[in-house]
């Protein structure tokens, strides 16, 4: 068979793939692995509504009740009054506001950095940051990259090494075991670890699925020791982790020794939208240059940017919330073991309830919110296969009644699904 023939018989055509993707559909349905949307009722809180129904929230990111503070909420409509709804242009044509530089200079000031960018979510700032760093030559012809990367790390850590690696074609990348230092120790040391101009250690500060922090203490010193940057996604630490809610950094010993953080103001800080880097101002100025998702992406809204202003004037006035969300994640973690549960253990406000395969955690989500409890399952690709779980989320705009009803509702949906004896 020709190539031509061949080409010809494997094109798919407008209805074939049509087919095909409802197909795909039907087999994550009977698999048990459709990821479905629920909506919820007014404001997102430690209690929601869902058909209306009370319905305790447990699958938020809302770690400090932010997102339906009033605080935050009246300065979200301040920033609406005095600064419009929307910027409609990027930054460097006329997008900019004083309030979008007030609130990079409080971001570095908070998390111990000279500067720091705003993007339009963390997911953004994570692809942009490895492009915009290693795609210069800097004067140099023959060179090559490092990124060492925790085989764990988010998505979006993921897909900005590999937009990298496309784009520059001069980028080598080593994967390390999850939080082994052993081989990331050993990547290191390799004889032709030298040979590099750029090397940068990433990790997440908290993972999402685990809810397990890295010793960043041990990060600092190898990433030193070696003389590569060390580049730490805070996006579910910040606000949550730490004696101040100042993130993995400050609960490690190493508050302002971490050379390049990204965040996001769209889970602890605020809940809304939004993303930052921050570190060395020679860096940051580099990147609102290099950095293309800033460079073609609209400014953030006024109202988000006034809120998470807002959000963090609150953090660094007390640190009520951060203890409070600290309280309650401990007395949970707990008492779900107490009930007879198996999780990964921790101290961060993100508690994963193992249940093995992926069917059950999706029965097991859906018959918790029969019982109010809203808490959904993850399963393969997001987890490893047959580490499915119901990822548990705390925040502190709980009550201790709202983690009493909740951990009634998975005694008695894991005794009806058999997750417990």
Request: charged share 25%.
């Amino acid at each position: 068979m020709s190539k031509e023939n061949a080409a010809i018989k494997n094109k798919f055509g407008v209805e074939k793939l049509y087919s095909a993707l409802g197909q795909e559909l039907d087999k994550a349905r009977e698999n048990k692995t459709y990821k479905y949307e629920v909506p919820i009722e007014g404001k997102q809180s430690g209690v929601v509504k869902v058909d209306g129904k009370e319905t305790v929230m447990l699958a938020s990111n809302n770690y400090l009740g932010l997102a339906n503070h009033p605080r935050i909420l009246e300065a979200a409509r301040k920033g609406l009054d005095e600064h419009g709804f929307g910027m409609a242009s990027v930054r460097f044509i006329c997008g900019a506001q004083k309030i979008h530089f007030e609130l990079e200079e409080r971001i570095a000031a908070f998390l111990g950095c000279e500067a720091a960018i705003l993007h339009s979510s963390c997911f953004a700032a994570n692809e942009a940051f490895f492009t915009g760093l290693m795609s210069n030559d800097y004067g140099q012809r023959d060179y090559r990259d490092i990124i060492y990367s925790d085989q764990l790390n988010h998505a979006s850590i993921i897909d900005g090494i590999r937009l990298c690696r496309i784009a520059t074609k001069t980028t080598d990348l080593k994967a390390y075991k999850h939080n082994d230092l052993a081989q990331l120790k050993h990547f290191l040391a390799e004889p032709d670890a030298e040979q590099y101009r750029i090397g940068v250690i990433v990790t997440d500060g908290v993972f999402s699925m685990e809810g397990e922090f890295a010793p960043l203490n041990e990060f600092v010193d190898l990433a030193k020791k070696n003389d590569v940057l060390l580049f730490v996604d805070e996006s579910h630490s910040t606000g949550v982790l730490g004696k101040t809610g100042r993130g993995t950094p400050e609960e490690c010993g190493v508050h302002g020794k971490i050379d390049v953080i990204s965040g996001t103001l769209g889970k602890a800080l605020g809940g809304a939208a939004g993303g930052f880097l921050t570190g060395k101002k020679e860096l940051i100025e580099y990147l609102r240059q290099k950095s293309r998702p800033y460079t073609f992406s609209n400014t953030l809204p006024p109202p988000v940017v006034t809120a998470a202003i807002e959000a963090f004037k609150m953090l660094e006035e007390d640190s009520s919330l951060v203890v409070k969300l600290r309280e309650n994640t401990d007395y949970f973690r707990k008492e779900i073991v107490r009930a007879g549960f198996t999780i990964l253990e921790g101290i961060h406000a993100i508690v994963p309830v193992m249940v093995g395969e992926a069917a059950i955690a999706q029965d097991m989500s859906a018959e918790l919110l029969k019982e109010g409890v809203y808490a959904r399952g993850l399963w393969y690709p997001v987890v490893p296969q047959g580490e499915a779980r119901i990822r548990v989320q705390i925040s502190a705009a709980h009550e201790r009644k709202d983690l009493d009803r909740a951990l009634a509702a998975f005694e008695k949906v894991g005794k009806k699904l058999g997750v417990l004896k």
